[in-house]
């Protein structure tokens, strides 16, 4: 068989073993595999139509980290050489004292001067290594102690979504509830605002979470934002 076709649509959940395409016109992606003229899928997933490429996306996991990557992470630990980072990962961080600051930390300084236990902060991975140690920065634009808010921890398969084309769907959020927001790739979020309007962006995040496969989110997002804050909204970019 040579002519391709597609026998689920593209952000269908599929489950292991599911035809997902027949013929040779489509390609195998992540989370995806070929057999004879057949693709099938290899895990529990969202599928993804990317021109020719079939792919699958999590629909649970947790974090593996990426270099560049800009993340949030809580401070669990206070080292001689820096701070441990738990980035909700089955891999803690280091964020070493030549990466903390742009000030020179003398030897033996107060480190909780800089960052204290359960403090959250904004970094950078700069490295992950083959035995999965990840160093992290706080040197850079948008990097810093998060002060106030709330945190809240979101699917990391999800964050694009959360995040939407060019960040629109994050900054509809922002321009109804006047919150301030940070989505790290990790899947940790903070929002710090009015509490009514975190309260708003907290449920706003959580829907695109639950119906991130549903087309047409982003009107259904605009319509809940305009009706609990009473604002009317206009949309940029469309999911």
């Given amino acids: 068989m040579t002519d391709g076709k597609l026998v ?7 489950v292991p073993g599911e035809v997902l395409a027949k013929g040779m016109n489509f390609l195998p992606g992540h989370g995806t595999y070929r057999n004879n003229d057949e693709i099938i899928a ?6 993804t139509v990317d ?27 206070i080292l001689m050489s820096g701070w441990r980072l738990d980035i909700n990962s089955a891999y803690p ?3 070493p004292l030549k990466d903390a600051t742009f000030s020179y930390i003398a030897k033996g300084a107060d480190l909780t001067k ?3 236990l359960d403090d959250y902060v904004v970094v950078k991975i700069t490295n992950v290594t083959s035995q999965n140690l990840v160093d992290v920065t706080c040197k850079g634009q948008g990097l810093h102690k998060l002060r106030g808010g709330r945190i809240i921890q979101v699917n990391t398969h999800k964050v ?7 960040g629109s769907m994050v900054s509809l959020i922002k321009k109804a509830t006047g919150c301030k927001i940070i989505v790290g790739q990790n899947g940790t979020a903070w929002i710090s605002g009015e509490p009514e309007m975190e309260v708003i962006a ?34 940029s ?3």
């Fill in 8 to 14: 689920v649509k593209d952000k269908d959940i599929v």
């Fill in 42 to 47: 290899n895990r529990l997933g969202l599928l």
């Fill in 51 to 77: 021109g020719k490429v079939l792919k699958t996306v999590p629909l649970a996991g947790r974090y593996l980290p990426k270099k560049n990557d800009t993340i949030i992470g809580r401070v669990m630990d």
């Fill in 93 to 95: 961080a280091v964020l």
């Fill in 114 to 116: 800089y960052f204290e």
């Fill in 160 to 166: 694009p979504r959360i995040i939407g084309k060019k």
């Fill in 202 to 235: 907290v449920n706003a995040i959580k829907m695109i979470e639950e119906q991130s496969h549903v087309s047409g989110l982003t009107d259904k997002v605009k319509d809940f934002l305009e009706k609990a804050t009473g604002k009317k909204l206009e949309v």
């Fill in 237 to 239: 970019e469309k999911e």
